[in-house]
């Protein structure tokens, strides 16, 4: 295919876009599966009583993808997104199988190291791609079709999953929904799916945007705005480790059942989908800045509310608030990171502030079970919606607006 033919836009590709949105959502279907019932998991099988022992899924988890979210922006550029993304749905497959026929939670580690490598390879290929077709002028909208199919998937399989492991078990039934969607993803992958790379070199052409010094120190700190949305990336993901792994223990301890925590823990994430549409489209015309600031301000008071509210209707409010907020910042953050690096340069720079944004799963699993062991539920709570709230602090001291 000649540079000459490729044509850049969300209509000019629908289909290849439709296509990664679909695939995408298997993506995060994988994720699905564990969001509501590992930690009942670890109780009812392997009789883990520590939340920090119960939590060393996530830290797997969230230092796998990290890492792998920094090597999928060097090995997009030479081995090309489509290999990338066939690459992730190999690492996939064996994950259903390791969790429901573990004997013990060592498998369960290594399953979840595994699913960071899915995770890391092709979430990250599947957002570079969508990037890639539109360019620059729909960038923010097909960055929330993407973050909405992906959290969507997320939010109903987690509900899903609690739903089968309520009426039918933990294992195995709630994890033969994970063969299918490795096995369709990478059907999908392998078959229908066009590489992007072309699409880059056409962008790059018409880019007047100065290329950074070094991809690495500029996108982690060096650059005033990119520094600031790689550490609000950061405790963006420490506490969304923290929601994953502690919320079910936390309404758990308020009386509520599993079928409700199912569906309590499945309401952040859908709103946070949905909004997606909206906030997408936002951070094309209005301030990033703004919407970082005040997406990361509302998730650090959700956060904090959790901990005096008991009854259903106000964690489903608390949910939908904390979805809203995150929405806000999620595909705000991709779209400002591709706001400011070069064509050639930007596969790197997203694999950078994907990198350190992931990372914080781990810390965050890491911070709130050994708080959680040491001080109780509400104190780990506090501690994670106040990072959050000063994260919110340091963007408005050091994000340098740029005008679309």
Not at 338 to 363: C, H, I, K
Request: with cysteine; charged share 10%.
């Amino acid at each position: 295919m000649n540079n000459t033919k490729v044509r850049l836009g969300l209509r000019e590709n629908a289909g290849q876009f439709i296509l990664l949105i679909l695939i995408n959502g298997f993506v995060g279907g994988m994720i699905g599966l564990e969001r509501s019932i590992l930690p009942e998991l670890a109780k009812k099988e392997f009789g883990l009583v520590s939340a920090s022992a119960m939590l060393s899924f996530i830290i797997a988890f969230g230092v796998t993808k990290s890492l792998c979210n920094y090597f999928a922006g060097v090995l997009a550029n030479r081995i090309g997104r489509k290999r990338l993304l066939v690459l992730g749905w190999f690492f996939a497959l064996p994950v259903p199988f390791l969790l429901i026929f573990a004997p013990d939670w060592n498998w369960v580690i290594v399953a979840n190291v595994l699913l960071g490598f899915n995770q890391g390879f092709s979430w990250s290929a599947a957002v570079m791609m969508k990037i890639d077709l539109v360019g620059e002028k729909n960038r923010g909208l097909a960055i929330g079709l993407n973050e909405f199919t992906g959290y969507l998937a997320v939010g109903l399989v987690a509900f899903l999953s609690a739903w089968i492991a309520s009426h039918y078990g933990v294992r195995p039934f709630p994890f033969y929904l994970g063969i299918g969607f490795a096995i369709i993803g990478l059907f999908l992958s392998i078959f229908l799916l066009k590489d992007t790379q072309q699409h880059v070199s056409q962008e790059q052409q018409n880019s007047n945007q100065p290329p950074l010094k070094s991809i690495f120190w500029d996108t982690t700190f060096r650059h005033p705005s990119l520094g600031a949305i790689s550490q609000a990336g950061f405790v963006n993901n420490l506490n969304d480790g923290m929601v994953w792994g502690i919320w079910p223990l936390l309404l758990a301890s308020k009386g509520f059942n599993l079928s409700q925590i199912g569906l309590l823990c499945a309401i952040y994430p859908i709103s946070w989908s949905f909004s997606q549409l909206i906030t997408g489209s936002l951070s094309d015309v209005y301030s990033k800045k703004s919407l970082l600031f005040w997406g990361m301000l509302l998730q650090g008071l959700a956060i904090i509310s959790s901990i005096w509210a008991q009854n259903f209707y106000t964690f489903a409010g608390i949910g939908l608030a904390l979805g809203w907020g995150t929405a806000m910042v999620y595909p705000t953050f991709l779209n400002a990171i591709a706001n400011f690096t070069p064509p050639q340069q930007r596969a790197e720079s997203l694999g950078v502030f994907r990198m350190w944004r992931d990372l914080g799963y781990a810390l965050g699993a890491l911070l709130t079970g050994l708080s959680t062991d040491w001080w109780g539920l509400f104190s780990s709570v506090a501690l994670v919606g106040g990072l959050t709230i000063l994260s919110a602090v340091y963007i408005l001291c050091r994000y340098i607006q740029k005008q679309p």
